[in-house]
């Protein structure tokens, strides 16, 4: 695609950085095929002879803008010899085979490289080439290179077409039959927007032949139809599969009245879809079976794989799938069923088949994924497609997010998860899909033995469970803590339109439920709106002298069917209410389908407003009617909670996405070499910045402390103290928790600088120094902090400070990146946020600097990965207007996993 030489970048000092293997990704190609991708290495010359022998003449002429008949020994180690920062090459290759390289090489003099591809013939039109783009041009960002320049040949219409739809911002110019085309590698929406389709549209792809396979085998059929094996072939002979099902049993001949085969090989025709039932041991051979049959998808029941420690068996298993170019559902699942008439596949062993909907689910459990199914049909939850992904070592929750996505017959999505594979990715999914359909997950392993030992009150508090509540709060997905509260919420989000506001009203026949109901109502939150007096003079002509015309409207025992149709439809017609909660208790043993089927018409009569039904006897059945679409519940309290999640589920789509604003004071590069001067006096494995460095880091960022010094000695404390002409304050240096031992003394006069500065010397234990800083006593006291989780990366906390935040826990956590709406929400979360606002005559604070100095420190933490862990606290917030102090600051660093620099486990595309 561009002529070789024509950067100014040259072969010379062609030396090799360490090889980044944790830039080796799992892809799925546009047309849902698998690869693999990785940097060059030096040892690469015969892959890319190979790739160079398959080209056509005309590829060729339109990579190196001449005709050539191989590559030079020159040439070969200028493309293997790269230093993977301002010279980088990712390879990609199926089946071990190389089909394509996409390299960059910054030009001389100026933060802009030179970009160039090659794609095998044969996967032109795949998406090969954009998937090389997006990550040479990530990986050109996180190496400070702007800018991409490229020279196309005017005729290459396939390569312009790429960079036309990467969603950057190109400038062209033709000379001589060549366009050079430059663009900025800052990453834009749109380029997030082309990414997401394109990831999208390739998972969706790559499990099409799971969910809609034309042909199933079953290795490991069984003619015992009480074993696993039975029990699955069953089921999908029970169901009706449209396609063709092969038994796989070398020791029978027959199972189940089908003619069996010794082995997938021995099946005649094309096998899209196989499942595999044999012991641990024998499940390698069946997938490399699979492999050279041609299957595309393999859905593995065995259990004995990474959940019994087996993780290298597990590996071996998932590298061989991908080598094949298939998906895997598993290993150690129950299976997954799709219930669409097109196709009508239950591949799993469970004993009930749910009725068909339009609610997608997933287990990573197989036990609970049985219950979930068997709830489902005796609550009659209609399901769109089941998939337990057991221990999810290919496809994952994020990848059935995307097909769901997707799914027309999908409405409302259910996950229990255990787990998360990938919680950014994850994360940039659920934000999207939540948006169309709501996403309701149970999450198991909430608690923990014990906390890690942490340097700092945010890593002291920033729990795994915390990062996962702040992701589903960030995400939208709505969280219950029960499988009742699961299924309670997906009835309603299956049936209903999603609640507009918070405010609800309560029709009853019994005024003890009504009170039940009004108290679940407060508890969880919600609004028991005030009816007005046009509303209650209209259903006072309505219901009986008796009745109770407020809300909750109490009918009395004696209302029939006609009152309940009246009260509900002028009630939901008077446009007060968002929602209605319409609970009836039989207080006869006459007259009860009237009754209901009064309610279910009134309901329908208005589906602009939210209604649910309380039906409080154990004799009913908590049917959704497929046409009426009523949720009905037992108590009022389960309507009430499963209503308040829906309602804040409407309120997070309401929400306004916020912003990441751009700081133009500050100051990365003075920050980053302070930050890189410790790294390289620390090592790798970094430490606490020095208090000076502490400094600098948070000036650089608009943070300012109060002027300080690190005092040498009695006499050098007594004389920074005399020559501010202020009292002071004394921290020590090297402890963690100051306050627990002695190690802060507020308030000092100057006089008595140097008699506290031994003092504190003498009595606090692993001391190193001593602070003295200038003392700022009015204001609130607030925490900001971060800790840089391994698996959800930076999470930033907010929350009132001192030295009691761990003890009071009135803390709101975000993870990273924070816009500025989540910097507001953040504030207004406390328990405590009242006192910010000057509560009950109290002097407030200055609001908007807080919510300046929280986007400042995600600012910082976006420029410099390396920080893992920060504590300002306290921080004194000032009046309205004199903005906000950071008294105390602790700063840890380390050097960052490349992987996530800056997002890299965040990328569109990436398993």
């Known amino acids: 695609m561009s002529r070789l ?96 390289v996409g390299r960059y090489s910054k030009l001389l003099d100026e933060p802009v490289a030179e970009v160039a591809f090659v794609v095998d013939d044969e996967y032109q039109g795949r998406g090969v080439g954009t998937l090389l783009l997006q990550l040479l041009t990530e990986h050109a960002r996180d190496n400070d290179i702007s800018g991409f320049r490229a020279l196309v040949l005017a005729d290459n219409y396939g390569m312009m077409r790429v960079f036309r739809n990467s969603g950057y911002q190109l400038a062209r110019h033709l000379e001589d039959g060549v366009y050079e085309v430059d663009f900025p590698t800052a990453y834009t929406e749109l380029a997030r927007e082309q990414e997401s389709s394109r990831e999208r549209s390739a998972v969706i792809a790559s499990l099409l032949p799971l969910f809609y396979p034309n042909s199933v085998a079953v290795i490991g059929a069984s003619r015992n139809k009480a074993s696993i094996g039975g029990r699955l072939f069953a089921n999908l002979l029970r169901v009706g599969f449209s396609g063709a099902v092969y038994p796989v049993n070398p020791s029978a001949s027959v199972v189940s009245s089908v003619r069996a085969y010794p082995s997938v090989m021995a099946i005649p025709d094309s096998v899209d879809l196989a499942f595999i039932v044999v012991p641990q041991e024998h499940v390698y051979e069946a997938v490399a079976d699979c492999v050279e049959k041609g299957v595309r ?28 170019g298939m998906r895997m559902v598993g290993p150690n699942c129950m299976g997954l069923l799709n219930t669409d008439p097109a196709v009508s596949l239950n591949g799993t062993f469970a004993p009930v088949y749910p009725p068909r909907g339009n609610v997608g689910m997933s287990s990573q459990s197989g036990a609970l994924g049985i219950a979930l199914l068997d709830f489902a049909k005796r609550l009659d939850i209609g399901v769109s497609s089941f998939v337990s992904i057991g221990n999810k070592a290919d496809v994952t929750g994020a990848d059935l997010l995307l097909h769901w996505e997707g799914d027309p017959s999908t409405d409302v999505i259910v996950l229990y998860l255990e787990s998360f594979g990938n919680p950014r990715r994850f994360s940039r999914i659920a934000r999207r899909v939540a948006r169309t359909k709501p996403i309701v997950a149970v999450k198991s392993g909430r608690t923990h033995a014990g906390r890690r030992a942490a340097g700092s009150h945010t890593g002291a508090m920033a ?37 507009s506001g918070p405010r609800v009203a309560i029709v009853t026949n019994a005024g003890g439920p009504g009170i039940l109901a009004a108290d679940a109502i407060a508890a969880n939150d919600l609004d028991l709106v005030q009816l007005s007096d046009d509303l209650q003079d209209q259903l006072r002509s309505i219901l009986s002298a008796e009745a109770s015309i407020t809300n909750p409207v109490d009918m009395i025992a004696s209302a029939g069917a006609d009152a309940y149709s009246r009260t509900m439809r002028a009630i939901m017609d008077s446009g007060e209410c968002d929602s209605l909660i319409t609970i009836y208790i039989p207080t006869t043993s006459e007259g009860h389908e009237e009754i209901w089927n009064s309610v279910q018409d009134a309901a329908m009569s208005n589906t602009a407003v939210t209604t649910l039904a309380v039906y409080m006897t154990a004799h009913r059945n908590r049917r959704v009617d497929d046409q009426l679409r009523l949720p009905t519940y037992t108590f009022p309290e389960e309507a009430a909670q499963a209503l308040a999640r829906a309602v804040r589920y409407g309120e997070w789509l309401r929400r306004p996405e916020g912003e990441l604003p751009l700081f133009e004071d500050v100051d990365s590069e003075a920050a980053a070499a302070t930050i890189d001067a410790a790294l390289a006096r620390m090592g790798p494995e970094g430490g606490w910045l020095t208090p000076e460095e502490v400094e600098r880091v948070l000036e650089a960022y608009g943070l300012t402390l109060p002027a300080s ?82 698996s959800f990366g930076p999470i930033v906390a907010f929350g009132m400070g001192g030295v009691t935040v761990e003890l009071m826990k009135d803390v709101s956590f975000r993870i990273h990146p924070i816009t500025d709406v989540d910097a507001g929400e953040m504030m207004t979360e406390l328990k405590s946020a009242p006192i910010l606002d000057g509560y009950r005559g109290g002097a407030p604070g200055d609001v908007p600097a807080i919510r300046e100095a929280l986007l400042r420190v995600g600012a910082m933490i976006e420029d410099h990965p390396a920080i893992a862990e920060m504590d300002l606290n306290p921080v004194k917030v000032l009046e309205p207007g004199q903005g906000v102090r950071t008294v105390d600051a602790r700063i840890r660093v380390a050097a960052a996993n490349p992987y996530y620099i800056p997002s890299r486990h965040n990328m569109p595309g990436i398993q």
């Open 5 to 100: 030489g024509r950067s100014t970048s040259t072969c010379q000092n062609l030396a090799v950085a360490n090889y980044p293997t944790e830039l080796e990704l799992d892809v799925v190609l546009k047309d849902g095929a698998p690869a693999k991708v990785r940097p060059v290495r030096e040892s690469d010359s015969n892959l890319l002879e190979d790739l160079f022998t398959r080209l056509s003449a005309e590829t060729v002429y339109r990579r190196f803008f001449q005709t050539k008949t191989g590559l030079s020994e020159k040439e070969l180690e200028y493309f293997t010899h790269v230093d993977y920062a301002e010279r980088m090459a990712f390879l990609v290759l199926m089946d071990e085979r190389l089909i394509a």
């Open 709 to 790: 010094k690190v005092a040498e000695s009695a006499e050098d404390a007594a004389a920074f103290a005399a020559d501010l002409g202020r009292n002071v304050v004394l921290k020590a240096i090297g402890v963690v928790h100051k306050s627990d031992v002695g190690g802060v003394k507020l308030n000092v006069e100057p006089d008595n600088a140097a008699a506290e500065f031994i003092a504190m010397m003498a009595s606090v234990p692993d001391i190193t120094g001593v602070l003295v800083q200038e003392y700022v006593g009015d204001g609130h006291e607030v925490i900001i902090g971060m800790s840089d989780d391994p």
């Open 463 to 499: 729990s795994s469970e915390v990062a996962v509540e702040a992701l589903f709060r960030e995400t939208g997905v709505i969280r219950t803590r029960t499988l009742n509260g699961l299924f309670n919420v997906t009835s309603l989000l299956a049936n209903q339109p999603i609640p």
């Open 297 to 324: 998808g393999v859905v593995v029941i065995s259990a004995g794989f990474s959940e019994v420690g087996e993780d290298a068996t597990e590996q071996a298993l998932v590298d061989l799938v991908r080598k094949g």
